[in-house]
Every structure is written in structure tokens, then in C-alpha cells.
């Protein structure tokens, strides 16, 4: 078992921060940290994703639809699906891709 600890939000001018975290076997952890008003475009990957919120409110849109976006909401996406965050609050996101077919980190 393997534990991370999520930093928290750091203070800065930047209206996003995305901060890779330590690398797994399986998948690769990206914590990603919003300004209320930004928003970020997440192109299509080959790989599939999860987001969730740890943080703040938000949304996502893909695919022509949109959820709402609180903390412990969990979102997937599959390999090559974009999606756009924007925060409606500073929002504070982990998005898990898994490289391979296993999902297991």
C-alpha cells in the first residue's frame, strides 16, 4: 500500500497549478488547483481518468454534458474523452489516469 499526501492549495498569482504527484506502477496522480473564475482544458488521453474533487465547487463538461462539481464527487472519463473544469470556487481536484487496463494503482 502506498500513501500520498495531497498538498494543500498552495498561495500563488497562477490561476492553475497542477502538480504531478509521485509516480504508481498503474496509474499517474495529478493534482490539479484552481482559482475561482479559471477554468482548464483537459485534452483527450489514452488513457482513462477519474476526477475527483477534493475541494471548492466547480463544473465539468464533456461530451456535451455537464456536472456540478463538490468535494467527494467522482467523475470518470474514458481514454480520449476531453473535458473542460472550470471553478466557480478556488477548486482543488485529483485526477487518476490508468495507464493500463488494470485499475488498481
Do not use: N, W
Not at 506502477?25 to 488513457?47: E, N, P, T, V, W
Not at 474533487?53 to 474514458?78: E, F, N, V, W, Y
Amino acid at each position: 500500500m502506498t500513501t500520498i499526501q495531497l498538498a494543500d492549495a498552495p498561495v500563488t498569482k497562477q490561476q492553475i497549478l497542477s502538480t504531478i504527484l509521485p509516480p504508481q506502477k498503474r496509474c499517474r496522480l495529478i493534482q490539479h488547483s484552481l482559482k475561482a473564475g479559471a477554468s482548464f482544458q483537459r485534452h483527450g488521453s489514452d488513457a482513462s481518468a477519474t476526477i475527483q474533487t477534493i475541494s471548492g465547487q466547480g463544473m465539468i463538461s464533456s461530451d456535451g454534458k455537464q456536472a456540478a462539481l463538490r468535494p467527494g464527487t467522482l467523475c470518470s472519463l474514458h481514454a480520449g474523452q476531453a473535458s473542460v473544469l472550470s471553478a466557480e470556487t478556488d477548486l482543488v481536484v485529483l485526477v487518476s489516469e490508468y495507464l493500463t487496463s488494470s485499475i488498481p494503482c
